[in-house]
């Protein structure tokens, strides 16, 4: 167990919806990444937040976005939905910027 | 841009035969992740390499870092069904402003048959 937990588990949306993810990191933790996993692939970083401010973010477009709140929890947005988006979605969870990230056990989302 | 490339991406093997899966990189880089994958679950943290000859063990996985080489390898030994799983190398760069997040390879999908 890492102490990251995502919510929720599994999720079936439809395309051109919205859809909010969640991640309650370890307590302490001021680091959260956030990561695409599609099928037989390996994840892809999404973005990255640091007290509360994105601060790096991979080729995701501006559909993809963030927050991350005092209480060691974030969520990952993400609008028009596609189909492509269909992935698991991991989020990690730091105590500092630029040390070991400890994993959530993912949120499936399907888009149909 | 960095990349990742990990090979095998897939192998079959059978128990109490050792193997190696490779992991090459093709930037400097300042850590070095082994993870573990099982079908529809998160990754488990394996092992972190963080410089030049380092060595890490924990029961039959054994993983090592030549940074000269920009080479990672995660050897198994005497293999056994459990160990069937997903196998993941991720490098991490320590950027001077902002993050650019663990880049993955695309995994090594190893089945060990009885």
């Known amino acids: 167990e890492t102490g990251v937990t995502q919510s929720p588990t599994h999720l079936i949306k439809t395309r051109g919806q919205q859809v909010t993810l969640r991640c309650s990191s370890q307590s302490g933790h001021n680091t959260v990444s956030w990561y695409q996993q599609a099928l037989g692939q390996g994840p892809q970083f999404i973005f990255q937040y640091y007290r509360e401010e994105e601060n790096g973010r991979g080729n995701f477009p501006p559909r993809f976005s963030g927050l991350q709140f005092p209480n060691y929890s974030s969520e990952l947005n993400v609008n028009a939905l596609e189909l492509d988006d269909s992935a698991l979605y991991l989020c990690a969870s730091s105590l500092q910027m630029n040390t070991e990230a400890f994993f959530g056990q993912g949120t499936r989302l399907t888009v149909v | 841009e960095l990349k990742v490339e990990q090979n095998p991406l897939f192998l079959s093997m059978q128990e109490g035969k050792n193997y190696t899966i490779y992991c090459n990189y093709s930037?400097?880089?300042?850590?070095l992740y082994w993870y573990r994958q099982d079908p529809g679950k998160s990754l488990e943290s394996l092992f972190v390499l963080l410089s030049n000859g380092a060595v890490k063990q924990e029961g039959r996985l054994m993983a090592s870092l030549d940074t000269k080489a920009r080479l990672s390898t995660l050897h198994i030994t005497a293999a056994v069904h459990d160990l069937s799983a997903t196998y993941f190398c991720a490098v991490d760069i320590i950027a001077g402003g902002g993050a650019d997040g663990l880049t993955f390879g695309k995994g090594t999908h190893l089945i060990i048959q009885p």
């Open positions: 930037t400097t880089s300042d850590r």
